[in-house]
Protein backbone atom coordinates (compact mmCIF):
# COMPACT_ATOMS: atom_id res chain seq x y z
CA UNK A 1 0.00 0.00 0.00
CA UNK A 2 1.02 3.31 -1.03
CA UNK A 3 1.46 6.56 1.29
CA UNK A 4 -1.81 8.19 0.73
CA UNK A 5 -3.79 5.42 -0.97
CA UNK A 6 -7.29 4.29 0.52
CA UNK A 7 -8.06 1.88 3.60
CA UNK A 8 -9.56 -1.01 2.12
CA UNK A 9 -10.64 -3.47 4.84
CA UNK A 10 -10.08 -7.27 3.82
CA UNK A 11 -12.68 -9.11 2.66
CA UNK A 12 -15.11 -11.25 5.52
CA UNK A 13 -17.84 -13.40 5.15
CA UNK A 14 -20.86 -11.72 3.98
CA UNK A 15 -24.18 -11.94 6.24
CA UNK A 16 -27.44 -13.86 4.48
CA UNK A 17 -30.22 -11.85 6.14
CA UNK A 18 -29.98 -14.24 9.19
CA UNK A 19 -28.86 -13.31 12.57
CA UNK A 20 -25.49 -13.67 13.00
CA UNK A 21 -23.68 -15.26 16.11
CA UNK A 22 -20.55 -13.73 17.51
CA UNK A 23 -18.49 -13.55 20.32
CA UNK A 24 -16.96 -9.83 21.45
CA UNK A 25 -14.52 -9.65 24.40
CA UNK A 26 -15.90 -13.33 25.98
CA UNK A 27 -19.73 -11.77 25.31
CA UNK A 28 -21.89 -13.75 23.27
CA UNK A 29 -24.33 -12.07 21.33
CA UNK A 30 -26.83 -12.74 18.45
CA UNK A 31 -27.44 -9.92 16.30
CA UNK A 32 -29.87 -9.18 12.99
CA UNK A 33 -28.20 -7.83 10.54
CA UNK A 34 -29.24 -7.56 6.59
CA UNK A 35 -28.20 -9.69 3.96
CA UNK A 36 -24.99 -7.95 1.82
CA UNK A 37 -23.34 -6.79 5.20
CA UNK A 38 -19.62 -7.81 6.55
CA UNK A 39 -17.57 -7.47 9.40
CA UNK A 40 -15.90 -4.54 8.86
CA UNK A 41 -13.86 -4.02 12.01
CA UNK A 42 -13.19 -6.54 14.41
CA UNK A 43 -10.78 -6.61 17.63
CA UNK A 44 -11.41 -7.12 21.39
CA UNK A 45 -13.48 -5.56 22.69
CA UNK A 46 -15.27 -3.61 18.80
CA UNK A 47 -17.36 -5.38 15.90
CA UNK A 48 -18.49 -3.27 12.95
CA UNK A 49 -20.91 -4.22 10.49
CA UNK A 50 -21.36 -2.08 7.37
CA UNK A 51 -22.37 -3.03 3.63
CA UNK A 52 -19.99 -4.40 1.39
CA UNK A 53 -20.86 -1.90 -1.63
CA UNK A 54 -23.16 1.04 -1.26
CA UNK A 55 -24.45 3.07 1.21
CA UNK A 56 -26.35 2.06 3.96
CA UNK A 57 -26.59 1.66 7.89
CA UNK A 58 -23.10 0.82 9.87
CA UNK A 59 -23.81 -1.38 13.02
CA UNK A 60 -20.92 -0.47 15.80
CA UNK A 61 -20.55 -3.04 19.05
CA UNK A 62 -18.85 -2.21 22.08
CA UNK A 63 -18.04 -3.89 25.10
CA UNK A 64 -17.14 -1.73 27.75
CA UNK A 65 -16.69 -1.78 31.69
CA UNK A 66 -19.67 -0.90 33.67
CA UNK A 67 -19.75 1.78 36.27
CA UNK A 68 -18.04 0.89 39.61
CA UNK A 69 -19.99 2.55 43.43
CA UNK A 70 -18.36 2.94 46.33
CA UNK A 71 -19.53 0.33 48.81
CA UNK A 72 -17.63 1.03 52.63
CA UNK A 73 -14.37 1.89 50.51
CA UNK A 74 -14.57 -1.04 48.01
CA UNK A 75 -15.17 -0.51 44.44
CA UNK A 76 -17.96 -3.07 43.21
CA UNK A 77 -20.43 -3.02 40.30
CA UNK A 78 -23.45 -2.77 41.10
CA UNK A 79 -26.44 -4.61 39.94
CA UNK A 80 -28.40 -4.13 36.35
CA UNK A 81 -30.94 -2.00 37.35
CA UNK A 82 -34.26 -3.62 35.35
CA UNK A 83 -35.33 0.08 35.02
CA UNK A 84 -32.86 1.10 32.67
CA UNK A 85 -33.04 -2.28 30.85
CA UNK A 86 -33.28 -1.03 26.85
CA UNK A 87 -32.13 2.68 27.24
CA UNK A 88 -32.33 4.69 23.66
CA UNK A 89 -28.80 7.04 23.89
CA UNK A 90 -28.50 9.06 20.54
CA UNK A 91 -25.57 11.49 19.50
CA UNK A 92 -25.14 14.87 17.06
CA UNK A 93 -22.97 16.95 15.54
CA UNK A 94 -22.56 19.51 13.18
CA UNK A 95 -22.36 18.41 9.75
CA UNK A 96 -22.20 20.14 6.50
CA UNK A 97 -22.73 23.17 9.03
CA UNK A 98 -25.95 21.77 10.32
CA UNK A 99 -26.42 20.18 13.45
CA UNK A 100 -27.54 16.06 12.68
CA UNK A 101 -28.19 13.15 14.37
CA UNK A 102 -25.63 10.97 13.94
CA UNK A 103 -26.11 7.81 15.47
CA UNK A 104 -29.25 5.91 17.56
CA UNK A 105 -28.51 2.71 19.47
CA UNK A 106 -28.52 1.63 23.40
CA UNK A 107 -27.00 -0.91 26.02
CA UNK A 108 -27.47 -3.81 27.33
CA UNK A 109 -26.19 -4.92 31.17
CA UNK A 110 -24.99 -8.00 31.62
CA UNK A 111 -26.17 -9.44 35.05
CA UNK A 112 -23.27 -11.67 35.62
CA UNK A 113 -20.49 -10.02 33.80
CA UNK A 114 -18.75 -6.88 35.04
CA UNK A 115 -18.89 -5.15 31.52
CA UNK A 116 -22.23 -4.13 29.58
CA UNK A 117 -22.46 -4.22 25.21
CA UNK A 118 -23.37 -1.59 23.17
CA UNK A 119 -25.10 -1.18 19.88
CA UNK A 120 -25.11 1.69 18.19
CA UNK A 121 -26.72 2.29 14.22
CA UNK A 122 -25.36 5.08 11.99
CA UNK A 123 -25.47 5.95 7.93
CA UNK A 124 -22.42 5.86 5.75
CA UNK A 125 -23.09 9.64 4.64
CA UNK A 126 -22.47 10.68 8.62
CA UNK A 127 -25.88 10.78 9.51
CA UNK A 128 -29.39 9.52 9.90
CA UNK A 129 -32.02 11.15 8.37
CA UNK A 130 -35.29 11.41 11.00
CA UNK A 131 -37.39 8.82 8.54
CA UNK A 132 -34.22 6.43 9.14
CA UNK A 133 -33.86 6.44 12.78
CA UNK A 134 -36.66 3.96 13.96
CA UNK A 135 -34.49 1.43 10.93
CA UNK A 136 -31.48 1.80 12.62
CA UNK A 137 -32.84 1.56 15.99
CA UNK A 138 -34.28 -1.73 14.79
CA UNK A 139 -31.00 -3.27 13.84
CA UNK A 140 -29.91 -2.32 17.71
CA UNK A 141 -32.54 -3.91 19.25
CA UNK A 142 -32.37 -7.23 17.66
CA UNK A 143 -29.33 -7.25 19.15
CA UNK A 144 -29.48 -10.53 22.00
CA UNK A 145 -26.76 -12.01 24.31
CA UNK A 146 -26.16 -15.45 23.26
CA UNK A 147 -24.99 -18.69 24.92
Known amino acids: MSKGAPFEAAASEQSRGK ?3 RELG ?3 YSLGIPAGYRLAEESQRRHTWEPTSGTGFMVKLTVSPRS ?3 VDGAWVTPPCDPREA ?3 SSSSNRV ?3 ERDTSIGLTL ?3 DREVSLHCSAEHTR ?3 EKPEQEAALALCKS ?3 AR
Do not use: M
Open 19 to 21: PVK
Open 26 to 28: GVH
Open 68 to 70: KTD
Open 86 to 88: GGI
Open 96 to 98: DGV
Open 109 to 111: CIA
Open 126 to 128: GHL
Open 143 to 145: LQL
